[in-house]
Structure formats: structure tokens, C-alpha cells
């Protein structure tokens, strides 16, 4: 775009603005149908501040997500079966083309007749209407793949995993993104209506109830809400979709605007796929509250971005620190290397960092004021813990307390805290049931540090791994996978969580896979895999302990 | 036999269109003894990719026998260059060249020094980390060679691997070819549409028949070897050789298209 035609695209909607606004203000428009954008601007500004559109755009948000992803995961799984095996395409295609055309707003008295008016039906029609979409449009993906690439793959000695995993799953990935898309627009779609129809709250709510009074610059107000999150949800499938399918997205990243380009690097440096470390103990902690009493779903949306903010933070000023104390260098293995890479200046990271800690802390104070005090105290230790990570004389992971910090932090604190922000108690029970995610996370970070062993003797980083030396370290890495397992099924013998959290024992294997590597390796780059290894079981682990927790909400009480 | 040995007899393959019945090959006869780089000219469509096919285990035979000589089990039997490069998408450069590396089980690690050889073999260093969609038609066709080669098979099935490059880099590509099968003498069986191409790297020149296709000519190759692609030109051999081909080719080449003809207007 030359100056002008960037000076004109602003310019037209802004012009069109201003004539509306006069329209009104001369009477030509009349005010009760057709608000002028100023007093949107200020209903909008007023809703804001009340909170209620935050919380409603929440609501309708969690609904979403939890919708969507109840309905695409298990599609495009099926989606992908339905390309590479024919009977069971045979066995589901005509059932998902039947139901397919039928407009899923549709069927949502049906799904309130069965399931009631409450979420369950709200989640369900979503979930279903995007499976019904997924499904179809991921088996036609995997069919379109190139049949040349199988035969290239085969010439080489690819077997049917290998054909798999190295060309029908990228080959469809094109196709898989293009049904994921889909199904955001129609899920966003499906949402509003659902609300308008029947729900107490949510943004589709606030449209209807704002039309049934007559206030229309708060209906215009909502609806600029709504556009606001269909663009958000854009811009985070265009990141996925650059993660997902960088061989396509390369032509399409040349004409970025420099605004994405800037939102992207921010991105990236804040290590986006840690956050599963911060996101498995509040989502274990709500289900813990959950099996108790209830959970409030708003809560726990703040609580999630809370506790993604200051581990967000923290990666943000540790990359600063490390880049300071001269411990990354270019050419390290798996460093956050924004800085490194020259996308952003040392002192750009720094005050990311504290820019998350601050959101982190204000979203603290609202949690402080709804729940209670004990969050303050959560609150400023993590702030603390997360700063002095690697910052100051007395930088925690430098003197061999990285472990520790992050156990005790990412393990009971949080899960504590997110159960306490829910039910205003922590008890002893939930502390304890928090442990075995406590050893994982302190696993990823360990086995992070067994790998670097070697580079950090040189620059004189003291981590447990270098103070314990290479056979230590290793039994640490043993002490702290077996030491989960062992915990995890020690808690349900004492009775303290329930049976079904045993299901986490189901990744056992994988942390044998891990121990294997780690006692046959010592090399960096032959070590490489134990760092996934370990971030992967303590999502798989995260995630069946929750699932345990879930399904034992769904049990008989004894 | 040793390993490479290439032993095709009266191979037949037909193939069922919606037009009817095309019938490939028909009783094409095939010896090559180990260590051999073999070159097949022959009209466009008479069956020389679907050779190649056969002999790497993608298409099966309808009648009659393709075998290689395996070698021991640590080393794979045939790696294919396709016609189009059939380079994945979704995979870089340096992804690509490791990917045979890859399915025979080694290591990331060990497939580095490999793979950057190669890719500075076929002057791609610096495209290493670029996906195929950033890349010209012939460095496409350059990344397929550096992955076969690579993968190390104890057969090298080439079809049409330098048609879609430039002059020079042909040429080049060509020296780098001698060269490597100089130095480790393993068999190759070369497809190409170029007379001249064939008789600068062969030590024996197949021509195949229109459709269905099957040998028709050997033409043995008598330059001495190292041999330089480009000087051979000069030599007075080349043109008799050259003619000797041709008019056999020439033939064949027509009655391809009649069949073709006859074929659109049915
Ligand atoms: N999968 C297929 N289905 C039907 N017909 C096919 C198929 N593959 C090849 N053929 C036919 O078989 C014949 C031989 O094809 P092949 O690709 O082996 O020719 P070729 O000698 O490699 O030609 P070219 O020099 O143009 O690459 C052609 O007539 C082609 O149309
Ligand atoms: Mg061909």
C-alpha cells in the first residue's frame, strides 16, 4: 500500500463516522435508532468499566472454546480416520452428511429438551455443530493429499506409520486448518444466537436484552465487542496456522503489516507453549473445587489469564537476565532468543515482562477482592519468585533453586490458589493432591538443565544439575518422574483423591522412554528429545488427573 | 549375484483407464550387471517411469519378474529421483534430503553431516531452511537428487532427474553424477529423453519401443572413463553413436504419435 492508499483506508471509515455523528446531531438521524458513535463510545467506556462486558464476553468466550474444542478435537480425529481407512469413511460419512445440512441453531430445543436450559446445552450444540462441520471437510483434506508423496514416502521405506505421520497428517494440515477456521466463524456464529434464545448472561444476551429495552448504543456497543473477538480469534489462528503450516503460511508472511509482525515476535517471546505449566494446575485446582461444591466459570477464565500473565512475565524477564548474565549465547539449544535473534532489544523484553506482571497483578487484586486475602499473599510471592528467578544478586535458578521454585509454585501454590480463588479455603488435601504435578513441571525444567549441563558448567551457571554433578542430576531426574507416580498412587491408597486420578498412571511408558534417553545420553543434542519428553508428560499427566477429577464428579457420592 | 545386479523378464504391466485397457509394457527384457550406469532413451510414454516404478517396488507387475540384488540389510536395495522432483511440501530442504536418512532410522544427529554434504553437493546451503514452495523447478529437481543420494540405496533409479535444470547446471549436475558413481561404483539406471545425455554418462544405452514399451537397442558406450561430459562432444565416436541411436528412436517416435492420434480420436 502507497502513503495515500493508507491514508485513504483509514480515512473512509472515519469520514463515514463523522457524517453519521452529524447526521444525528442535526436531527436528520434520529438518536433512539441510530446512537451516534460518541455516546456508543461512552456506553461502550460505561460497560467496561462496570465489568459487565468483560464478563460477558467471558462467559460467551469459555462457552465457545469449550464447545469448539469438545467438538473439533474428536472431529478432526475422526476427520483423519475417515481419510486413510475406507470403512470407516463407509461406516460414518452418510450419517455426517445427513445431519450436516441441517442448521444446527436448529437443534438446540431438542439438546435443551434432553440436557435442560442450563451450559450443557449451550456447550453441546456448539460442540456438535462443529463437529458435524470438521469432520467432513478434514476427511476431504486428508483424500485431496498428493497420492504422488505416498509413493515417494514408500520409495524410501516408509512404512504405514511412517506414511502417516510424514505425509497424510502435513498433507492434510492445509485442509485441517481451513476446517478449524470453519468452525471458529460458525461456533462465534452459533454463540450469539444461542444466547439470544436462552441464557441469563453472555454477549448474545446483552445484544437481545439491550434490543428488548431499546438501547441501542449498548446493542452497538456489544456488537462491537463481538467484532472485536471474531478479529481476535484471526489473528490467533493465523499464529496457529503459522505454527502448524509454515510451508504455506511463508508466501502469505511477506506482506504482514508491521503491527503483526511487532504482535508476533511479542509473541513468540513469550514462550507461548510453556504455558501449559501454568494453565494443568489451575484447571486441575477448579476441578478439585468443582468435585466439592461448584466453579465459577468467569473466575476461573481470570484466574487462567492471571496465572498465564506472570508465568508469561517471568519467562520474559528470565530471557532478559540470562541475556545479561551472557548465559545464552547464539548457537545454545532451546533458549528463549528473541534477543538473541535481534527481534526485540534487551530492554524491550524487560519491560514486556513487567507489563505482564502488571496485568497479572491486576487481575490479583480483583481476585483478592472477590475471594480473599490469601491470594494477596499468592499473589506477591509469585511476583517475587518469578522475578528473582533469575534476577538480583541471589538469583534463584543460578543457585540450584530453579527446582524448587517452580515445584512449589507451579505444583501446590497454584493448584491451591486456583481452588481457594473458587471455594475461599485451601485445605491440606488439595496441597498434597497438587504434588505429583509439582514433580513433573520441576521434571521439564530439570531435564532442561541435565541437557545443559555441560554449557552451563562452562558459564558458570549453578543449577542442581551442575552442583549434583551428571550421575546426581540423573537420579534427581529418576526421583522426581517415580516420585509422581509413587505420590499420585500413595494419595488415592490414603483415601485423599479419588480413584479415577489414577488414570495419570497411564503415561508411565513415556516417562520410561524419558529415563532411557537421560541414562544413555550425555551429549546435548542426543538429549534434545528428553526436554518434550518431559513438557509432554506433564500435560498427558496434567490432563488425566483432571479427567480422574472430572469423572469423579460424575460418580455416585459415597 | 552381486548386490545392485538389476534382472528384468519379459515384464508385463497394464494399466486400466477409463479409456480401456493401456497396456505399458509388454515383455520388456532387462539384464544390468552390478556397477553398471545404464541409460534408457525411448519415445514419451512408453513406459519408462512405470519401469522404474516396478523396480522400486511402487507398482506391481502383471506378468513376468524385476528383481535387485539387495545388499546386506543395513543398506537399502533402490532409491527412486522422480520425473517432477517429488519434493514434499511440507518439509524443508535440508528436511527433504534427510528423508530418506530418516525412514532408514538414523538419528538427527548423524543425518546433519550428511544431509549439509549433499546440500552442498547441489549448491543449496544456503537454502536449507526454505520450504520447496520458495524454490525455482530446478533446484526442485536438484533437492530430489541430494535426497536420493543421501538415502545411499545400492541402486540409483533416476527418471529424468536433469530434464527441467539449465544447460549449465546439467552440466554440472552431470560431472557431480560421474563423479560420485566413480567413486563408489554403485549401480544406476538412468532415464532420460537426450541422445547426447545418454552417451556422456552410459556404459550402455537402452532404447525402448513405443508403447508398449520393451528393449529394442543396446548400444554400448566405448569412451574411456573418468570421462568428461563436456569434451565428448568433440569426439568423432559421438556422432555416429548419435546417429545410430536416433535412427532408431526416430521410428519409434512416430509411431507414438500416430497411436496417439488414433487414441484422441476414438
Ligand atoms: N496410473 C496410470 N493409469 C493409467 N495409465 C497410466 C498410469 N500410469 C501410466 N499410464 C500410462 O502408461 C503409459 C506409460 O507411462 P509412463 O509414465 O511409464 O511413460 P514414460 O515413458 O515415463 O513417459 P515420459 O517420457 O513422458 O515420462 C502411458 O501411456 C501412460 O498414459
Ligand atoms: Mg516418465
Not at chain 1, 85 to 92: F, L, M, N, Q
Not at chain 1, 111 to 121: C, D, P, Q, R
Not at chain 1, 184 to 210: K, P
Not at chain 1, 228 to 234: D, E, F, M, Q, R
Amino acid at each position: 500500500m502507497t502513503r495515500r492508499d493508507r491514508a485513504l483506508s483509514l480515512l473512509s471509515p472515519l469520514a463515514l463516522l463523522l457524517v453519521w455523528e452529524l447526521a444525528v446531531a442535526s436531527t436528520w438521524l434520529n438518536r433512539i435508532f441510530y446512537p451516534p458513535p460518541s455516546e456508543v463510545l461512552v456506553t461502550l467506556v460505561e460497560l467496561a468499566m462496570s465489568g459487565q462486558l468483560v464478563r460477558d464476553a467471558g462467559i460467551s468466550l469459555l462457552r465457545v472454546t469449550v464447545g469448539f474444542v469438545l467438538g473439533a478435537v474428536p472431529a478432526i480425529v475422526v476427520g483423519i480416520l475417515m481419510g486413510i481407512a475406507a470403512p470407516v469413511r463407509a461406516a460414518v460419512r452418510p450419517l455426517a452428511a445427513a445431519i450436516y445440512p441441517i442448521p444446527k441453531i436448529a437443534l438446540l430445543p431438542l439438546i435443551i429438551v434432553s440436557l435442560g436450559i442450563g451450559e450443557t446445552s449451550k456447550i453441546v450444540t456448539i460442540a456438535v455443530s462443529v463437529f458435524f462441520l470438521v469432520v467432513l471437510n478434514v476427511a476431504a483434506s486428508v483424500l485431496q493429499v498428493d497420492p504422488r508423496m505416498f509413493d515417494v514416502a514408500r520409495s524410501f521405506g516408509a512404512r504405514a506409520r511412517e506414511l502417516f505421520w510424514t505425509v497424510a497428517l502435513p498433507g492434510s494440515m492445509p485442509g485441517i486448518m481451513a476446517s478449524i477456521k470453519l468452525g471458529v466463524g460458525y461456533a462465534l456464529t452459533l454463540i450469539v444466537g444461542i444466547e439470544f434464545v436462552g441464557a441469563n448472561d453472555g454477549i448474545g444476551r446483552l445484544i437481545w436484552q439491550s434490543y428488548e429495552v431499546y438501547a441501542i448504543d449498548r446493542m452497538v456497543a456489544a456488537l462491537i465487542v463481538v467484532a472485536l473477538i471474531g478479529w481476535l480469534a484471526t489473528v490467533l489462528l493465523d499464529e496457529v496456522e503459522y505454527l502448524l503450516v509454515p510451508w504455506q503460511a511463508t508466501s502469505v508472511r511477506i506482506r504482514e503489516t508491521r503491527m503483526q509482525h511487532y504482535a508476533r515476535t511479542w509473541w513468540r517471546a513469550m514462550r507461548p507453549w510453556s504455558y501449559t505449566a501454568a494453565i494443568i494446575p489451575v484447571l486441575l485446582g477448579s476441578s478439585i473445587a468443582a468435585v466439592a461444591g461448584t466453579v465459577d466459570g468467569w473466575l476461573l477464565f481470570l484466574t487462567l489469564i492471571g496465572s498465564v500473565a506472570i508465568q508469561g512475565g517471568t519467562n520474559l524477564i528470565n530471557d532478559y537476565y540470562d541475556y545479561q548474565k551472557g548465559t545464552d549465547r547464539p548457537g545454545s539449544i532451546g533458549t528463549g532468543d528473541a534477543i538473541l535473534q535481534g527481534a526485540l532489544t534487551p530492554r524491550q523484553v524487560f519491560a514486556g515482562g513487567l507489563v505482564a506482571f502488571a496485568l497479572g497483578a491486576v487481575i490479583g487484586l480483583y481476585l483478592v477482592s472477590v475471594s480473599g486475602p490469601l491470594i494477596l499473599w499468592i499473589g506477591i510471592a509469585s511476583l517475587a519468585v518469578g522475578f528473582f528467578y533469575t534476577a538480583g544478586p541471589f538469583a534463584l535458578a543460578y543457585h540450584g533453586l530453579g527446582e524448587l521454585a517452580v515445584f512449589i509454585f507451579m505444583g501446590p501454590v497454584i493448584v491451591a490458589g486456583s481452588y481457594y480463588v473458587q471455594r475461599q479455603d485451601a485445605p491440606l488435601g488439595v496441597v498434597l493432591a497438587a504434588l505429583p504435578v509439582g514433580f513433573l513441571v520441576a521434571a521439564i525444567l530439570h531435564a532442561n538443565n541435565l541437557r545443559d549441563l555441560d554449557g552451563d558448567r562452562r558459564s558458570g551457571k549453578r543449577t542442581l544439575a551442575t552442583i549434583l554433578g551428571r550421575a546426581g542430576a540423573r537420579t534427581e531426574l529418576y526421583v522426581l518422574l517415580i516420585g509422581a507416580y509413587v505420590v499420585l498412587s500413595a494419595l488415592v491408597v490414603a483415601g485423599i483423591t479419588p480413584w479415577p486420578t489414577l488414570l495419570g498412571l497411564v503415561t508411565l511408558p513415556v516417562a520410561v522412554r524419558l529415563m532411557r534417553i537421560a541414562a544413555a545420553e550425555s551429549e546435548p543434542a542426543r538429549l534434545q528429545p528428553i526436554v518434550p519428553l518431559a513438557a509432554q508428560l506433564h500435560l498427558q499427566t496434567g490432563v488425566l488427573m483432571i479427567v480422574g477429577w472430572l469423572v469423579a464428579l460424575a460418580l455416585p457420592r459415597t | 549375484m552381486r548386490a545392485g545386479t538389476i534382472s528384468v523378464t519379459d515384464l508385463h504391466v497394464t494399466f486400466r483407464s477409463r479409456q480401456g485397457l493401456v497396456a505399458a509394457l509388454a515383455g520388456l527384457t532387462l539384464d544390468i550387471t552390478a556397477g553398471e550406469l545404464a541409460c534408457i532413451v525411448g519415445p514419451s510414454g512408453c513406459g519408462k517411469t512405470t519401469l522404474l516404478r516396478v523396480l522400486a517396488g511402487l507398482q506391481p507387475a502383471d506378468a513376468g519378474h524385476a528383481w535387485i540384488q539387495p545388499a546386506d540389510a543395513a543398506r537399502p536395495t533402490a532409491g527412486m529421483v522422480f520425473q517432477n522432483g517429488g519434493v514434499f511440501p511440507w518439509y524443508t530442504v535440508a528436511e527433504n534430503v534427510g528423508y530418506g536418512l530418516r525412514m532408514r532410522g538414523i538419528a538427527p544427529a548423524q543425518r546433519a553431516p550428511i544431509v549439509r554434504r549433499w546440500l552442498a553437493e547441489i549448491g543449496l546451503e544456503r537454502f536449507a531452511d526454505a520450504y520447496p514452495a520458495q524454490l525455482s523447478g530446478g533446484m526442485l529437481q536438484r533437492v530430489g537428487l541430494a535426497r536420493a543420494f543421501a538415502y545411499d540405496p545400492a541402486v540409483l533409479l533416476m527418471d529424468e532427474p536433469f530434464a527441467a535444470l539449465d544447460a549449465q547446471n546439467r552440466l554440472l549436475l552431470q560431472q557431480t553424477l560421474l563423479r560420485q558413481w566413480e567413486g563408489d561404483g554403485r549401480t544406476v539406471l538412468f532415464v532420460t529423453h537426450g541422445i547426447d545425455e545418454a552417451l556422456a554418462l552410459g556404459d550402455r544405452v537402452y532404447v525402448m519401443s513405443a508403447r508398449p514399451g520393451r528393449i529394442i537397442a543396446t548400444i554400448d558406450v566405448p569412451f574411456q572413463r573418468p570421462r568428461d561430459a563436456a569434451a565428448l562432444r568433440s569426439d568423432p565416436r559421438f556422432g555416429t553413436l548419435y546417429g545410430e541411436i536416433w535412427s532408431v528412436l526416430r521410428d519409434e517416435v512416430a509411431r507414438a504419435r500416430d497411436a496417439e492420434r488414433d487414441e484422441a480420436d476414438i
